[in-house]
């Protein structure tokens, strides 16, 4: 026999079996006690037997109700369990946000972020993973993060990228201290151990006659600076090359060259003596981008977060 008994009509059941008495049941059900008595004959209909004896001042379990009742109790106690814990585990979701990014992001741009929004969303625990670019894909892909962010230049499958700001490309150069450094067009006094960068801007032909160090060829912000160095002549797949942004800060510190990086980079070059100008000439802009998993609910704390991120940026980036 195929039974579709609902919880409804088992919480019905439950009621009048623990107090034997519909009025009262049905009160306890928030219900009217006609609405109660369906149920109970809907069950009994489903079941093909009587669950109760009624008499004018008694209702009692028959034989089949005694039996059904612990099977009933069991199966509504279960339920209410796990709902009660599915409950806690979506409120401590929405109040938890898994953030992936890229290291230098990571580092240097998102704890100004996340001290703005914990200030205003206090209730929001905010977990980061640093990872490169690839990672932060897969984590969101597979849904071990609900955002990702950084220079993503396609949408992997599967995932939606929606642009939160904008970056500029930049020259980084070793401050000239009038003892002979090797590249920023400025000089900046005081002691060499505090970073003292100037901000100004130069034209791409700037570059030339410069040690350049950067990105390897296949990072795709590399190809984008390598198509401008083309234009004035100094493509060169061979000069040196090294995974990070913050490695190339401090390589340029040491005198090992003059790098091309966003400006987003701008609060990690602080750390550092190192000169910062952006390019222009043309001046090349970057967009940078969040990703999600497509189709991924959005919570009211994804939306807060990306907001406080928006107003930040701009700020991070001059």
């Not at 034997?20 to 809907?42: C, D, K, P, W």
């Not at 008499?55 to 612990?70: D, H, I, K, M």
């Not at 990105?215 to 061979?238: R, T």
Request: hydrophobic share 45%.
């Amino acid at each position: 026999m195929l039974m579709n008994l609902s919880t409804r009509q088992m919480r019905a059941f439950l009621h009048v079996a623990r107090i034997g008495n519909f009025t009262r049941a049905a009160e306890q059900a928030h219900i009217t006690q006609a609405g109660l008595s369906i149920l109970v004959r809907e069950m009994e209909k489903q079941l093909g037997c009587r669950l109760f004896d009624r008499t004018t001042r008694v209702v009692s379990l028959t034989p089949e109700g005694r039996r059904l009742l612990p099977v009933v109790e069991r199966l509504v106690t279960d339920l209410d369990d796990v709902a009660a814990e599915l409950g806690a585990a979506g409120e401590a979701a929405r109040r938890t946000l898994r953030i992936a990014a890229t290291p230098l992001v990571s580092s240097h741009l998102l704890p100004r972020v996340f001290n703005s929004f914990h200030a205003a969303h206090p209730q929001v625990s905010l977990r980061l993973f640093d990872a490169d670019l690839r990672d932060v894909e897969a984590m969101v892909a597979a849904g071990d993060a609900d955002m990702g962010l950084g220079f993503f230049f396609k949408a992997a499958p599967g995932l939606q990228r929606t642009p939160v700001g904008r970056f500029h490309l930049m020259r980084v150069a070793p401050v000239d201290d009038g003892n002979g450094g090797n590249g920023g067009n400025g000089g900046n006094d005081g002691d060499a151990s505090r970073a003292t960068p100037a901000f100004g801007q130069a034209p791409w032909s700037a570059l030339r006659g410069d040690e350049l160090i950067g990105l390897p060829p296949g990072n795709p912000i590399q190809k984008v600076i390598d198509q401008h160095l083309g234009a004035i002549g100094l493509a060169d797949a061979q000069r040196p090359a090294f995974n990070f942004f913050g490695t190339l800060i401090s390589m340029v510190e040491a005198g090992f060259g003059t790098a091309v990086m966003p400006t987003f980079a701008l609060a990690a070059c602080r750390r550092h003596r190192v000169r910062t100008d952006v390019l222009t000439k043309p001046k090349v802009g970057l967009d940078f981008y969040r990703i999600a998993k497509r189709g991924a609910h959005e919570t009211e704390a994804m939306q807060a977060f990306v907001a406080t991120l928006e107003k930040a940026l701009p700020a991070l980036s001059r």
